[in-house]
């Protein structure tokens, strides 16, 4: 911070010091990664039993502990969705402390995107099915591999999917495109939902970041993560959207 003083008479000032002021912060940061770690340590221990839970209700359900009538069935299933969500934001919130705290490891290799592609497509199907929703996959022949971690890369593209099936009316249409360009495979997952404002589109990377008004239920970290699992394989990620009209996200992965 410049001090200047005005002498009387005057009208230019004249710097006569400086003040500089240093903060140790390093308190802040060993805080911060302590808070970290707590987050991906409670994250982890809730795993088990939440997937203990579904187990259970999945044993009640089958019928192999006697008969159910069709309340409880009911019943049975709003808990094994609770319980999904509750895996979902716990996995999401272990994935960004361990992103923070460099605690993710990458497997890098030769992937095929038609495979990637379809195996997220096949893990959202109970939830295409719930909305009436159909997926057509529109992927150009003769692709290249891509340099990428499969799984990773998979768990990307279903959060894409699943943005698209909860932002976009009953009935309607996605379109997942796998196409070239240049060096690259492009990923694209294209809704007709409700679209995105442009004022939020470079916000929906951010951590916790939601739009005002939309799906409380999820933690806003889903596209925080999928960047960082995305630029952690050199590849890109993008958004472009018209309110009321649908959004694209596409990811782009360099081939072999
Ligand atoms: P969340 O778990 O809250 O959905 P995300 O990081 O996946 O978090 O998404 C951030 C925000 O971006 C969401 O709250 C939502 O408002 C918006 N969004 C994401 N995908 C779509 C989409 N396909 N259509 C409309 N809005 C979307």
Request: aromatic letters at 6%; a negative charge; glycine letters at 6%.
């Amino acid at each position: 911070v410049n001090i200047t003083i005005t002498p009387t008479g005057e009208d230019k000032t004249i710097t006569i010091g400086h003040v500089i002021i240093l903060r140790n912060i390093t308190i802040f940061k060993e805080l911060d990664f302590a808070k970290t770690n707590f987050i991906a340590t409670v994250s982890h221990e809730l795993k088990t039993p939440i997937s203990a839970i579904k187990l259970s209700l999945q044993l009640l359900e089958n019928k192999e502990t006697g008969t159910i009538n069709e309340e409880q069935k009911q019943l049975i299933e709003s808990i094994k969705e609770d319980s999904q969500r509750l895996l979902k934001i716990t996995g999401e919130l272990l994935d960004i402390s361990q992103l923070e705290t460099g605690n993710i490891h990458l497997s890098i290799e030769k992937s095929n995107p038609y495979q990637i592609v379809e195996y997220a497509v096949d893990a959202v199907k109970v939830q295409t099915e719930q909305k009436l929703i159909s997926i057509h996959i529109d992927a150009e022949a003769n692709l290249p591999m891509v340099k990428a971690d499969a799984e990773k890369t998979g768990w990307v593209l279903i959060n894409f999917l699943t943005n698209a099936i909860t932002y976009s009316p009953i009935q309607s249409k996605i379109i997942v495109k796998l196409k070239a360009d240049n060096e690259q495979v492009i990923f694209q997952v294209q809704d007709y939902g409700k679209g995105i404002d442009k004022r939020y589109q470079s916000k929906v990377f951010d951590k916790y970041f939601q739009i005002p008004g939309s799906n409380k239920s999820g933690t806003g970290l889903g596209l925080a993560i999928s960047k960082e699992f995305i630029e952690a394989q050199n590849g890109t990620i993008a958004v472009t959207s018209e309110l009321g009209l649908g959004s694209t996200f596409s990811i782009g992965l360099n081939s072999v």
